[in-house]
């Protein structure tokens, strides 16, 4: 079976000039390329088609071996479980296999077959400093039904060692609930919800009729993301919930010598 197959990789540099003190900020950070892979099945046309479309961050320099093995395992990790987490697939190329067959097979048993079916999948850095990079997944997936199955998902590592981080390694002791209570504001806000009106009673699943924040979180230069995807606070049809929380709105919640706190002061000195 013949397959269009294309890899890309893309470096960006930076261009400008730096003072002395930028410069070394510069030069301890992470380098990122892109990379982008693509295949697909050998007729793709009005009889229907199997596709891949990945595009995710290449490490182009590390200063640190234990970090770079980190933040390439859980790149490649993601985007491997993109079809399967039961399979435990090894390479890109393992996976467009099955994914392939798996869809020669569907249109085997139906002849009459046309749907379409698609892996397609976008990790960005999202935040990139010495301190936290901060990493986005974007994936559709489609293999048939009612519609497909899409999700956005943050993962955030310590710079220094390739820890994974988790809220509660940047937040003091006992945030949760002062946290909560800032981004339920956010949120009724942006669902245009009265403050006393009940979750349960305006169709969102939240455990115990009580808003909670979940640990899907990113960090960006304006303050934290989170994000709820389809299905787990709310039906379908009233899609995901994203809420932003500048970092102005929760700056006494975060701990004073952890690397949140470190992202603030390096923010104050690019700007």
């Known amino acids: 079976m013949k397959k269009n197959f294309s890899v890309f990789l893309i470096f960006f ?13 510069e030069k301890a950070k992470i380098k990122f390329g892109i990379m982008k892979y693509e295949k697909q099945s050998e007729i793709c046309d009005s009889t229907g088609c199997a596709k891949i479309v990945l595009e995710y961050p290449a490490i182009k320099t590390s200063f640190n071996s234990a970090v770079k093995d980190s933040l390439e395992a859980y790149i490649m990790n993601t985007l491997l479980e ?8 090894k390479s890109l190329d393992e996976m467009a296999k099955v994914f392939m067959a798996d869809y020669v097979g569907a249109k085997k048993d139906f002849p009459d077959y046309t749907i379409p079916w698609e892996i397609n999948n976008t990790i960005s850095v999202i935040y990139n400093s010495n301190s936290i990079v901060s990493f986005q997944s974007e994936l559709y ?18 710079s220094q060692d390739g820890s994974k981080l988790l809220l509660s390694d940047l937040m003091n002791s006992n945030y949760k609930s002062e946290l ?31 808003f909670s924040l979940n640990e899907n979180f990113g960090i960006k230069n304006d303050g934290l993301v989170f994000y709820f995807n389809f299905y787990e606070v709310a039906p379908y049809a009233m899609g995901p ?7 102005s709105e929760i700056k006494s919640l975060i701990k004073q010598e952890g690397l949140l706190n470190k992202v603030l002061d ?4 690019n700007n």
Do not use: M
Request: aromatic letters at 14%; a negative charge; glycine letters at 10%.
């Open 13 to 25: 540099g930076t261009i400008g000039f730096l003072s002395c003190g930028e410069a070394d900020y």
């Open 82 to 89: 993109n079809y399967s987490q039961q399979l435990k697939l």
């Open 141 to 158: 997936h489609f293999t048939g039904g009612a519609h497909g199955n899409s999700g956005v998902y943050f993962s955030n590592f310590n």
């Open 180 to 210: 909560n209570k800032i981004a339920e504001k956010i949120f009724r806000k942006e669902k245009k919800l009265d403050p006393s009106a009940s979750l349960e009673a305006e169709g969102f699943w939240f455990a115990d009729n009580k």
């Open 241 to 247: 919930t994203e809420i932003r929380i500048p970092y």
């Open 266 to 269: 390096e923010l104050t000195i």
